[in-house]
């Protein structure tokens, strides 16, 4: 085990390199830097030499490999260097903000989880019944709505209509995150239970289903003790999966609600070209689809005896 985690670890050590190194050539290509950027939303006319010393003073006059390189080299030695809009260090700027992210995350999972499953489970048994179909349809429409959509209609129906929660999130508080985390899971729920239903059909299918029922032993037995397990493999992936996205922030959802968390971070510098936030940012979701994809093959192997993780030794 230990083996084959420290081998993927070294395969994936190429692909950080080279995101990072395209993330940094394309805000490049953008045509526009960090000084440019505040002159144009200050409106006031300023000369030349003020720009340059300005690029000069955040490095941005050098050539693009040499930035790179000097961002790559203080990135490995634990700088993530300092904001060109703030002047704060980007890490403590990116801890202030990882918080949010971190408990928008945890709750759209678990919510994710209470809506998905049971109702992937109850299509699943009752299929092709009135029950199946009306399920099938609400998660064709869930999945059909772009979350900002999804966003405006709860923030009119809860916000404006009912007054039950902020317009604007205020903090990171249980009230705040209530319409975020319901926007996400719809979204995240639409999806996945079709998947557990399919997952479970298809469980639901074979012999050994048929085999319990003919001994006499219970379909609810069967149902939450062999045919849920069997399906666990592809019920975790999705989480999982779902875990690294929802880590990196959601832009649009945090961005409507004003939610104070990495993914409206990484929208703010975009929009301000702070290319030390937004690096930070790159590699922070670089390393979290790493870390999520090498502890989802990890878990297989207890999830699923049968699987043997590439024919290495264990």
Known sequence: MKHYAVCRLLQLLPILFAITFMSFAMMRVAGSDVVEQKIENRGNAVSQ???????EELGLDKPFLTQY?????KMLHGDMGTSYVSGKPVFQTFLTKLPGTLLLTATSILLTIVLSIPLGILAAVRQNRIT???????????????????????????SIRLGLFPVISTGTSMKSVFLPTLTLAIAMSAKYLRQVRATI???????????????????????????????????????????GSLLGGTAIVESIF????????????????????????????????VVVN????????????RIRLGGMKQ
């Open 294 to 305: 090498l502890i989802t093959d990890l878990s297989y192997r207890y999830l699923d005896p």
């Open 69 to 73: 390189f000097t961002w790559l080299g």
């Open 49 to 55: 030499e003020v720009v340059d010393a300005a690029r």
């Open 258 to 289: 004003m939610w104070d968390g990495v993914g409206k971070m990484a929208v703010d510098a975009i929009s301000m070209r702070d290319y030390p936030i937004i690096q930070a940012y790159v590699m922070w979701m670089a390393i979290i689809y």
């Open 132 to 158: 199946d179909y009306i399920i099938r349809v609400f998660s064709f429409i869930g999945n059909s709505m772009p979350n900002f959509f999804v966003a405006l209609l709860l923030m009119y129906f809860f």
């Open 201 to 243: 059909l298809d469980e639901l299918s074979k012999e050994y289903v048929a085999g319990a029922k003919a001994r006499g032993i219970k379909f609810s037995v069967t149902l939450f003790r062999s045919v849920l397990k069997a399906s666990l493999v592809t019920i975790v992936t999705l989480l999982t999966l779902s875990i």
